[in-house]
């Protein structure tokens, strides 16, 4: 990932698991001063990026993967599209997010099961 100018790294290298379809596609998630950026491992079956702008994310879920274990994460647009991660720390993440948001001066709802 290049950074693009006046870009910086908030956080690197967040070991996560991206699911797309039925597959939990896993990876190292960034997260910096203008967007997430999720990078597949080479060995996955699916290894496209995913790019997501602070500006189109409206909310940020906590949720249980298999309903019981508290390591998950919902990352909703505005376009109604969902994006659904497991990472460990998840609190920390979300707040780094929302953290970077508020400096940007844009508003993220942060809901909690």
Do not use: C
Not at 15 to 44: C, D, W
């Amino acid at each position: 990932m290049e950074l693009r100018r006046n870009e910086s790294i908030v956080q690197e290298n967040i070991a996560a698991n991206l699911f797309r379809g039925m597959e939990g596609v896993g990876g190292k998630l960034t997260i910096t001063s203008e967007r997430l950026y999720f990078q597949p491992h080479s060995f996955n079956i699916q290894t496209q990026p995913l790019e997501l702008s602070l500006n189109d994310i409206a909310a940020v879920e906590k949720r249980n993967t298999l309903f019981v274990i508290p390591n998950g994460m919902k990352i909703k647009l505005h376009n109604g599209q969902e994006h659904k991660f497991v990472v460990w720390k998840r609190a920390e993440i979300i707040g780094r997010i929302q953290d970077t948001k508020m400096k940007q001066k844009m508003t993220v709802i942060i809901k909690t099961r």
